[in-house]
C-alpha cells in the first residue's frame, strides 16, 4: 500500500516536497508519474535499489527523488516549479527489477498511491 501526500497550491518558482510512504513490503523501484487534466499519465522520475534516480526530461534539473529505506518512504523535492507542472501526481512502485527503458511504463508497476495534486499558478 502507497500513501502519498505534499500537494497543494504554490505560485510559480516555488517548491514542494512530496512524499509516499510504503507499507506492507519492499518493492525494487518507487517512483512518480503525473497526470494532467485531458492528458495521460506520464513518468516523473525513479529509483531503483542499486541503481539510482531516473528524470524526465521536463524535470531534470528541478526535481530530485530520494528514498529512506528506513522509513520504506519515497521523496520528491520540486523546485522552482512551472504552470505546466501542475498535475495530479502518484506515487508507483514494483518489485519487479525493471530496466531503464521499463520504467517510463505505467502498466510496470504493481501499486499505485491515491494521488495528491499539484497546482502551480502564474
Known amino acids: 500500500q502507497l500513501q502519498a501526500c505534499g500537494g497543494g497550491l504554490v505560485q510559480a518558482g516555488d517548491s514542494l516536497r512530496l512524499s509516499c510512504a510504503a507499507s506492507?513490503?519492499?518493492?525494487?523501484?518507487m517512483a512518480w508519474f503525473r497526470q494532467a487534466p485531458g492528458k495521460e499519465r506520464v513518468f516523473v522520475s525513479a529509483?531503483?535499489?542499486?541503481?539510482?534516480?531516473s528524470y524526465a526530461d521536463s524535470v531534470k534539473g528541478r526535481f530530485t527523488m530520494a528514498r529512506d529505506n528506513a522509513k520504506n518512504t519515497v521523496y520528491l523535492q520540486m523546485n522552482s516549479l512551472k504552470p505546466e507542472d501542475t498535475a495530479i501526481y502518484y506515487c508507483?512502485?514494483?518489485?519487479?527489477?525493471?530496466?531503464?527503458?521499463?520504467?517510463?511504463?505505467?502498466?510496470?508497476?504493481?501499486?499505485w498511491g491515491q494521488g495528491t495534486q499539484v497546482t502551480v499558478s502564474s
Open positions: 506492507g513490503r519492499s518493492y525494487s523501484v
Open positions: 508507483a512502485a514494483t518489485g519487479t527489477r525493471l530496466i531503464l527503458s521499463s520504467l517510463y511504463t505505467p502498466g510496470n508497476y504493481d501499486d
Open positions: 529509483i531503483r535499489i542499486g541503481r539510482g534516480t
